[in-house]
Nanobody, 125 residues
Framework: QVQLVESGGGLVQAGGSLRLSCAAS????????TGWFRRAPGKEREFVAA????????YYAEFVKGRFTILRDNAKSTVNLQMNSLKPEDTAVYYC??????????????????WGQGTQVTVSS
């Protein structure tokens, strides 16, 4: 069992930045691809970004490319999401996710092995 703990959400003005952090309680992320999803009000949960644990390759949704960066901090055993140039439409609950096997499992919500509890990000206009 892997427990994921997120932190770093909050309120920011449009154009600002936030950094989300995800830690695996009691263990490292070794063997787990890790990523982020989000759910905006009235919308389905959607993929944001992921990182391959084996080679560090990253994957992004089109709507965050060039603005968000997923980073792995092996020393702290955390996976972070640096969010820049935030827009009001980025307002959502952001969830950390982890799964074994192929990183392409992030294309399906049902393929995710573990979820965090979520952290609110609100971007004001």
């Amino acid at each position: 069992q892997v427990q994921l703990v997120e932190s770093g959400g909050g309120l920011v003005q449009a154009g600002g930045s936030l950094r989300l952090s995800c830690a695996a309680s009691g263990r490292t992320f070794s063997g787990y691809n890790t990523g982020w999803f989000r759910r905006a009000p009235g919308k389905e949960r959607e993929f944001v970004a992921a990182i391959n644990w084996r080679d560090g390759r990253t994957y992004y949704a089109e709507f965050v490319k060039g603005r968000f960066t997923i980073l792995r901090d092996n020393a702290k055993s955390t996976v972070n999401l640096q969010m820049n140039s935030l827009k009001p439409e980025d307002t959502a609950v952001y969830y950390c996710a982890a799964t074994q096997g192929s990183p392409y499992r992030f294309t399906s919500l049902s393929e995710i092995d573990y979820w965090g509890q979520g952290t609110q990000v609100t971007v004001s206009s």
